[in-house]
């Protein structure tokens, strides 16, 4: 019994050790052992161990950061600045907590707090941001543009539209942006044109959906880049269903004889007995069969070369079935009997046929085309 209590004692006291961030200052981490020790302070005020912590603490947490700050400050590392800035505004989160905790400010009565270091730090990082977007800019090319954007966008946020940076991200943009023109060859029959029409706006839609203006990659419609003066796109993807088929009907009829021996109830309960049941079905199928395939190429205006051609195949195939039966109906088993129940019913019509064949054909092709510019958004 004695042993039991004594491994609980230890148990508490190391949890409590824990909470109370002793463990984190022994092996250096400042920021979390005294923000432990503040926590603990909340719930119990007098905690001698979360005390303890809060004033070795303390002073050993600034004193690390300063060091930190300076290592950094007289180094060559790019964007310096930021790590500077991340180091004060962990200082000023320990100071805001400290000073949010009665417990914690009787020792600690006027916690340190960056306030026009900080203001510098971060005008000092917008203008190395600001500097590293223009030198990708003079570099000229669509990546470079791209991280260009990137750093412009980063100096705008640590101040507010830093020097021009707001116009510089437009012109980063501008470059960096990838415009895809989908280009929708129409099918040669009048019949399915709004079919083929519908399923081209679904494609051009989801495009739309997961590559949104405000990001690298943007989709037209060839309507679109007239009225927008677009002359000379990135890429072009060409669509064109062909070796295509909507409405091929297949009829079939399967006659069967049908045997079925029921145990029966009987007054005599030593004897069992049967009643034979008999039937014949004729069960009837209407299959109307679509497919086809839509030839998908992806061309490099730059140099007309051809960066992808496949062919997506689809299919899809309608049925209906039904039966009927003479005889006894006890002869048939459940499926039988429901389709007895069915009757020949209208083909759909052929735009919906051709709807459902290029079903399978859109998942396809729009996961391929999100595949393929994901790379360049």
Not at 22 to 45: I, T
Not at 96 to 107: F, N, Q, V, Y
Not at 158 to 168: H, I
Request: proline share 3%.
């Amino acid at each position: 019994m004695k042993i039991r209590f004594s491994v609980y004692l230890m148990l508490l006291l190391l949890l409590v050790s824990c909470s109370t961030g002793k463990k984190a200052l022994q092996k250096g981490d400042y920021f979390s052992a005294v923000s432990k020790a503040v926590e603990r302070l909340k719930s119990s005020p007098d905690n001698k161990n979360a005390i303890k912590v809060l004033e070795d603490g303390y002073p050993m947490t600034l004193e690390w950061s300063q060091e930190e700050m300076d290592m950094i400050l007289s180094s060559n590392s790019a964007f310096k600045w930021e790590l500077a800035i991340g180091l004060m505004n962990q200082v000023n989160q320990m100071s805001d907590l400290i000073r949010s905790t009665p417990a914690a400010r009787k020792i600690i009565s006027n916690p340190k707090t960056y306030t026009s270091e900080l203001n510098m730090a971060t005008e000092k990082a917008a203008e190395e941001r600001y500097n590293a977007g223009l030198a990708e800019l003079e570099v000229n090319t669509r990546e470079s543009a791209r991280i260009a954007f990137e750093h412009f966008a980063k100096a705008s946020q640590f101040v507010n539209n830093y020097k021009d940076s707001r116009e510089l991200m437009a012109t980063a943009k501008e470059t960096a942006t990838l415009r895809v023109v989908l280009q929708a060859i129409p099918v040669n029959t009048q019949r399915y044109r709004l079919s083929s029409e519908f399923f081209y706006n679904q494609v051009f839609e989801y495009l739309n959906n997961q590559f949104r203006p405000s990001g690298f990659v943007n989709f037209y419609s060839p309507f679109q880049a007239e009225k927008e003066g677009l002359k000379n796109p990135d890429f072009i993807v060409d669509m064109e269903f062909f070796d295509f088929s909507v409405g091929n009907l297949r009829q079939t009829e399967k006659e069967e004889k049908l045997e079925r021996k029921v145990k029966i109830e009987t007054r005599d309960t030593t004897k069992v007995e049967y009643k034979n049941y008999a039937a014949k079905i004729k069960i009837f199928s209407d299959q109307v069969l679509s497919g086809g395939s839509l030839r998908v190429r992806i061309i490099d205006r730059a140099n007309d070369k051809i960066m992808s051609d496949e062919l997506v195949p689809g299919s899809f195939t309608w049925i209906n079935e039904y039966a009927i039966f003479v005889g006894d109906k006890e002869a048939l088993d459940n499926k039988q009997f429901e389709l007895t129940q069915r009757k020949a019913i209208p083909l759909p019509p052929e735009q919906d046929l051709f709807i459902e064949f290029t079903r399978p054909i859109y998942s396809q092709v729009t996961q391929n085309l999100n595949r393929f510019f994901r790379r360049y958004n």
